[in-house]
Each structure stands twice: as structure tokens, then as C-alpha cells.
């Protein structure tokens, strides 16, 4: 079993989005897939189809009253492809798990549990480095960072890269940076353009090919809730996120 956090501390860079479909093109060819959604928002529970309303266990439960992960797992419209959701009441976990003993390692704890019953975990993590995410990290394997074509892209990319570094050298010394995905690119503008080089320039390989495009069906399709490849398959936004698995699960082999 192989976990990765899909993570960024700015929010609306295509993060949630990402880890969905993500895990969706993974269960289409066979993995056996979860997703643990980390953001009290709760935004990739309600984009997936499930209203929070019904969720009896979610991943506060998981985390603070040690409740059996498999408790809280709920399945998908997708086979192979579960989701531990979350609900607002997450919010309170950061000041309750303060006081916890070894409280970084709590996540790490719980999903270790599943490690014969899942190819991959995914992390939804909330857009900030809060403990949650530091759970997250110390977690994970490998991490995903979703970055916006936009003017300020870079701007607070290498404090990330930063913290993932102190995560391995703390907490978790087999963490990995999978790759960067350029989201919300727009071919009409030659910002993308200019951020897509500049990324590039920077991190090299680590930038995956895959180009994620500025889509209004990749928008419409939370509202659905459903992933993209189940709302519009032949959409240029589920054709791409196709391409980006299959480079995310050959990193993976590689790694």
C-alpha cells in the first residue's frame, strides 16, 4: 500500500480536484483505492456524491476518538474507490489533538491498518500547514503538490517544499515530492505559458507532463457530484487526468 498526500498550502488551485480523479482513474484500471478527505471543508466528500448529513463516522472521528478507519470508509459511485469523509466538526481536531500523545503519528497509525486492503491512500489536505497536514505528511509516502497557472504560482511553492523537507528530516524520513501538476491552464493565455517555463526552470522533473486544463466541465462536475470522468469521460479535462495517473502510478513504480 502506497499513501500520498495531495497537498498546497493556497486553496483553489485545483487541489481537491486532483485527488478525486486521481483515484477515480486508479480504481477504473483495478487498484484498490480510499480517500481520506483531511479538509474540514469537506469539499472532496460533497464533489464525490455523498452529503454530509449521512455520514454517521467521519475522518474527525477517525482522528480524535479513535474510531476504526474501516468504520468510516463509505463507497464511492466508482468500484475499488472508498472515501473517509469529513464533516465542519474536523475543525476542532487541530486544538484536540494538541495535547495527544505522539499526535503527528495519529493519522499514520490509523490508515496502517488498511495496509493489505488498499493498493493506494489518498489525503485530501486542508490548504494550510496546520497539524492535520503535518498527520498528513508524516503519513504519506510520496506527495502531490496541484499548482494554478496564475501570476503568484510560485509564491509560497518553495516555503512547501521547505516544510516537506523539515516533515522528512523530523518525522518522516521516507517522504517523497511525487510531482508538481500545473492546473487551470489556459492555452488562449500566455501567462500559462510563462508560469508552465518558470515551473519548469525550477523543478525540472519533478513538474509532471500532464497539463491540466482550465475546464467549465471540470467546475460543473462537483456540482454532480461526480468525478470528471463520470460526469463528461470524453472532456478534455478527463482525458488529461487520465494522462496525469497513468504518470503518477509510473512515478510510483519508479520511486
Keep these: 500500500m502506497k499513501i500520498i498526500s495531495v497537498t498546497n498550502r493556497k486553496g483553489g488551485v485545483g487541489k481537491t480536484t486532483t485527488a478525486i480523479n486521481i483515484a477515480t482513474a486508479m480504481a477504473a484500471i483495478g487498484k484498490k483505492v480510499a480517500l481520506f478527505d483531511l479538509d474540514p471543508q469537506g469539499n472532496a466528500t460533497t464533489s464525490i456524491g455523498i452529503n454530509k448529513k449521512d455520514v454517521v463516522y467521519s475522518s474527525y472521528d477517525v482522528l480524535v476518538n479513535n474510531t476504526d478507519v474501516r468504520q468510516a470508509l463509505k463507497q464511492t459511485l466508482v468500484p475499488n474507490f472508498l472515501i473517509v469523509p469529513s464533516k465542519p466538526d474536523l475543525a476542532a481536531a487541530e486544538v484536540e489533538l494538541i495535547n495527544m500523545v505522539k499526535r503527528e503519528y495519529i493519522l499514520k497509525n490509523a490508515l496502517y491498518t488498511l495496509k493489505s486492503e488498499f493498493d493506494y491512500i489518498l489525503i485530501d489536505c486542508p490548504p494550510s500547514l496546520n497539524l492535520l497536514t503535518v498527520n498528513a505528511l508524516t503519513a504519506s ?101 487520465i494522462k496525469l495517473a497513468k504518470e503518477v502510478l509510473k512515478r510510483e513504480g519508479e520511486i
Design 141 to 241: 509516502d510520496s506527495v502531490i503538490i496541484p499548482l494554478q497557472c496564475e501570476f503568484l504560482a510560485l509564491e509560497g511553492l518553495a516555503d512547501l517544499i521547505k516544510n516537506i523537507e523539515r516533515i522528512r528530516r523530523t518525522l518522516n524520513p521516507n517522504l517523497k515530492v511525487q510531482g508538481i501538476v500545473l492546473t487551470m491552464f489556459d492555452r488562449r493565455n500566455n501567462l500559462s505559458f510563462m508560469v508552465e517555463k518558470d515551473v519548469r526552470k525550477y523543478f525540472g522533473a519533478l513538474v509532471y507532463q500532464t497539463l491540466i486544463p482550465r475546464s467549465v466541465r471540470i467546475s460543473e462536475a462537483p456540482s454532480h457530484g461526480k468525478p470528471i470522468m463520470l460526469y463528461d469521460f470524453k472532456s478534455t479535462g478527463a482525458q488529461s487526468y
